[in-house]
């Protein structure tokens, strides 16, 4: 139970120790980061000092909902179904139209670009001392074309890309010089003398590219999802002219919103205004045929006729009917005249209105009362009587006629007033047929007047609309720039200056230790072989054939005095006193083992042992070069050639300062090494060379694609297995690996030689099959 927590301790423990071996392995190199750090930095200086300065210039705009003018009154339900939100989009699409930033480009000739040549980078101008004109067709330009001008005190100078020179005129500012497709002219108030020594650049661009440029470089955006505001945003190396861009873009698609409005405004009034001329000729027509119905039918006014007819009717009615009593009163006179026989009293004040009758009928009357009073005094033939008679007889006759005459007249007016009361009648009765067609008449003409009076009316608002027509937007924030430029920014440049000077350093050394497949040190040896013991680290030294001297207290003798020393715990005891043959082998060549066996023979020897070297490295000796002795000395392969021969003959002692170490040098090449040292000479040797010496260091070939090694293995009491720093390939541990796992190589261990070179060299891929041919 106990395993677990020390297994997680031991774990974390080692992953700290990774962790510090990692930093520590990049911290080797801090001059090339503190280096690369510097440069950097001044790389970020530089283009900060000479990048072109962009700013960045805000406008905001808030969008008017027309639709909001809407007259609840007379368009409620409209106002109900409608909508009220503003499609941005819409308008995001039209403020960055071609034809709204035509305007913008045309207004401020963005077409032509201005520039201060300077020595490292050209400065975009606003306003330059000079004013240039195209003289071209806006569609004829298909690229870009550029001028130098430089001024003095003579004038302007003028240079094309093909170096042809021209001086344009001041005098003739409208003038166009031959050759140049613009004309030029200094502004007010310039003096070209001030400007001597600077040179300018105008750059003269296709118009469809400055729009189509523009149309990238602008952005609009809604500031929020809910909002009706617009964001305009414009980046560049001017204040003056992007402002002067989002300004007027602004202005111009208000001006072309108010447009729109005032077109419809206007077509509305053109409308109207031919309507007029219709409806003035229709209400014309209706009041003429009113005008000729009213005098045919002898109307004025409808109800004033209808009264006017009635009265007329009643009046002849009633004058119909006093003509009838007249007519029946005079006949009922007329009968008792006819049937009075005794000159009685004819009956008086009957109501006939006929005076002369009535006066008749009085006289009458009263003679007949003298010719009463009369007869009561005298008899019937009395002068007086008959005269009286006779004047009665008169009377009476005058009073017929009277009536006959008076009744005749009566008849004759009744019969007129008949025929007025039928006229009277008839018109009444044709009254409502008249009304009927006067109201049509009427109506058509109240509707033409009404239609009118509307037209009239909304010619009247049109006329208003046209002339105060409201804004299409409101502006929020006219272009304002802020004064930090948005690229380069300093504090980010010099960050990203910093990071790339760490960076960069750390991303080489990343992909150069990734891609780094070489040995450097016992850790890298340890993590892909832990259960094979690495007894030393050799630091490495540019003398690599110094060999170790008597009392040598350098680092190099003290590392191999640790070789040995590590060495004798790999090795046994044994009873028979015998001495211990240690054999030195590598994977590949150069990976200097030579130089190990040779100086831990040195290190031993300083010990006051006694010590061999022997070098069985048969097909590329190379221990002759520590002593300047011929490769073809007697040795190994002469001795394994003649067994016969006595060994010790072959010895070659180390010198003064070495007594105890011989050399057995590995005699002249030969090119059946494998049968020489699979021969029972070599165990014989081997045997004999134990007797006399406490230490056999053997220096063997490397064992890659070599049996060599393989072969003299079993007589080795311990293997050490050379790497070296930098050189050895970590695959080539493989195949040592299974060499100690097979036991191929009894009591193996490893010892990393070189350590601290940071060289990396390339290694012998063909050494198997052509290793010491040559010599």
């Not at 409808?302 to 009163?329: F, M, R, V, Y």
């Not at 909304?458 to 937007?473: G, M, N």
Request: charged fraction near 25%; charge should be neutral.
């Amino acid at each position: 139970m106990k395993e677990f927590p020390n297994n997680i301790e031991r774990l974390e423990e080692d992953e700290s120790k990774t962790l510090i071996e990692n930093i520590k392995k990049y911290l080797r190199y801090w001059p090339w980061f503190l280096l690369t750090t510097i440069v950097c930095i001044g790389i970020g200086y530089i283009y900060i000092r000479y990048a072109q300065v962009t700013y960045n210039t805000v406008a905001k705009i808030k969008i008017i909902d027309d639709t909001k003018e809407t007259d609840i009154a007379s368009d409620a339900i409209a106002l109900l179904s409608r909508n009220n939100k503003i499609n941005l989009e819409n308008e995001i699409e039209v403020l960055k139209s071609y034809r709204i930033l035509k305007q913008v480009v045309d207004e401020h000739h963005l077409d032509i670009a201005y520039y201060e040549v300077g020595k490292v980078k050209s400065s975009q101008l606003w306003v330059a001392p000079f004013i240039v004109e195209k003289q071209i067709a806006a569609d004829s330009l298909q690229s870009p074309m550029a001028y130098e001008i430089t001024m003095n005190a003579q004038g302007l100078q003028i240079t094309d890309a093909n170096q042809q020179v021209f001086t344009p005129n001041l005098r003739e500012p409208d003038s166009t010089s031959a050759g140049l497709p613009f004309t030029i002219k200094l502004r007010k108030g310039i003096d070209p003398k001030f400007y001597e020594g600077i040179n300018f650049r105008v750059v003269l661009n296709p118009i469809k590219q400055v729009i189509f440029q523009l149309i990238k470089d602008i952005q609009v955006q809604a500031t929020s999802k809910s909002s009706e505001i617009l964001s305009l945003s414009i980046n560049g190396g001017n204040i003056d002219k992007n402002e002067a861009i989002i300004n007027t873009l602004i202005e111009k698609f208000n001006r072309d919103g108010i447009l729109d409005r005032q077109l419809v405004s206007k077509r509305t009034l053109d409308f109207i205004d031919e309507r007029f001329i219709y409806l003035t000729q229709e209400l014309d027509s209706i009041e003429g045929g009113k005008e000729s119905f009213k005098r045919s039918n002898n109307l004025s006014y409808i109800e004033a006729d209808a009264g006017a007819s009635l009265q007329k009717k009643s009046e002849t009615e009633a004058e119909a009917n006093k003509l009838d009593n007249q007519i029946s009163i005079s006949i009922l006179l007329k009968q008792s005249v006819i049937n009075q026989t005794d000159y009685g009293l004819l009956p008086a004040n009957i109501g006939l209105e006929n005076t002369s009758l009535n006066t008749l009928v009085s006289d009458y009357n009263q003679l007949s009362l003298d010719r009463e009073k009369l007869l009561q005094n005298v008899g019937r033939e009395h002068p007086t009587l008959v005269a009286l008679n006779e004047q009665l007889e008169r009377a009476k006759v005058n009073i017929i006629k009277s009536v006959n005459i008076y009744e005749t007249q009566l008849k004759n007016s009744l019969q007129q007033v008949k025929e007025e009361e039928s006229r009277a009648g008839s018109q009444y009765a044709r009254l409502p047929e008249k009304e009927k067609m006067l109201r049509s008449i009427e109506r058509q003409q109240s509707i033409k007047e009404n239609l009118f009076l509307l037209l009239l009316q909304k010619r009247e608002e049109a006329a208003i609309s046209y002339a105060v027509t409201a804004p299409s937007v409101k502006i929020v924030d006219y272009g304002l720039t802020n004064s930090i430029p948005v690229s380069p920014k300093k504090m980010i440049v010099y960050a990203l200056s910093l990071i790339a000077g760490m960076f960069l350093p750390f991303a080489v050394l990343y992909i150069r230790f990734t891609l780094d497949t070489k040995i450097h040190n016992r850790n890298d040896i340890e993590k892909l072989t832990a259960d094979i013991p690495v007894v030393a680290e050799i630091p490495f030294f540019k003398e690599v054939n110094k060999k170790l001297e008597l009392n040598d207290r350098s680092i190099m003798a003290e590392s191999f005095r640790m070789l040995g020393t590590n060495i004798n715990f790999l090795l046994e005891e044994n009873d028979k006193g015998l001495g211990h043959v240690v054999m030195v082998t590598s994977s590949i060549k150069g990976e200097g083992k030579t130089l190990m066996a040779h100086n831990l023979s040195l290190a031993y020897a300083g010990l006051n042992k006694k010590v061999l070297l022997i070098g069985a490295d048969l097909r590329n000796p190379q221990l002759h070069n520590f002593y300047n002795i011929s490769v073809n000395h007697k040795g190994l392969s002469d001795y394994l050639k003649d067994p016969d021969m006595n060994w010790k003959d072959c010895l070659v002692p180390s010198g003064a300062d070495q007594p105890t170490l011989h050399i057995f040098f590995g005699g002249a090449i030969s090119s059946n090494s494998p049968q020489l040292l699979s021969s029972s000479a070599f165990e014989k040797f081997i045997t004999a060379a134990k007797k006399e010496f406490d230490y056999i260091v053997v220096d063997t070939a490397p064992t890659m694609l070599v049996s060599d090694t393989l072969l003299i293995s079993k007589y080795a009491d311990a293997t050490l297995f050379v790497t070296r720093a930098g050189l050895t390939d970590k695959r080539l541990l493989e195949s040592s690996k299974n060499l100690y796992k097979t036991k191929k190589l009894k009591n193996m261990a490893y010892v990393v030689n070189g350590v601290g070179n940071g060289k990396a060299k390339g290694y012998n891929y063909g050494y198997g099959y052509g290793y010491g041919s040559g010599k």
